[in-house]
C-alpha cells in the first residue's frame, strides 16, 4: 500500500503562485508515474501532470504546461507541483495519485490517490 498526503493548497488571487507538495509512505519502491489531477466543482476529476518516477520524464495537460511545473524528490518520496499565474478556472481539489503498475497509460490507471487539497483562485 502507498500513504499520500497533499499539502499546500489554499485561497489565492489571480496571478498568484502556489506550490503543492505529496508525501508519500509505505512501498513507494513500485512507484511507475507519480501525477496531480485536479477535480472542479461539478466536473469530472482530470489530469494535470505526471512524472516518471525513475526517469524524471514530465506530461502535462495542455491547459497547464505553460504554467505548472511537476517535480520529485526521490529521496524524500516527495512529489511537487509549482502552479504559477493563477486562474479563477485553475479552483478545485487537487489530487496526489501514484501508479504502481504500468497500466498503459500516464494519464490514468493510478492505484492510489490522497485526500486532495483545496486550490480557490479569487478573481
Known amino acids: 500500500q502507498v500513504h499520500l498526503v497533499e499539502s499546500g493548497g489554499g485561497l489565492v488571487q489571480a496571478g498568484g503562485s502556489l506550490k503543492l507538495s505529496c508525501a508519500a509512505s509505505?512501498?513507494?519502491?513500485?512507484?511507475?508515474?507519480m501525477a496531480w489531477f485536479r477535480q472542479a466543482p461539478a466536473k469530472e476529476r482530470e489530469f494535470v501532470a505526471a512524472i516518471g518516477w525513475t526517469d524524471a520524464s514530465t506530461y502535462y495537460a495542455d491547459s497547464v504546461k505553460a504554467r505548472f511545473a511537476i517535480s520529485t524528490e526521490n529521496a524524500k518520496n516527495a512529489l511537487y507541483l509549482q502552479i504559477n499565474s493563477l486562474k479563477p478556472e485553475d479552483t478545485a481539489v487537487y489530487y496526489c495519485?501514484?501508479?504502481?503498475?504500468?497500466?498503459?497509460?500516464?494519464?490514468?490507471?493510478?492505484?492510489?490517490w490522497g485526500q486532495g487539497t483545496q486550490v480557490t483562485v479569487s478573481s
Open positions: 509505505g512501498h513507494t519502491d513500485r512507484t511507475y508515474y
Open positions: 495519485a501514484v501508479q504502481s503498475a504500468w497500466s498503459g497509460s500516464v494519464y490514468r490507471g493510478y492505484s492510489h
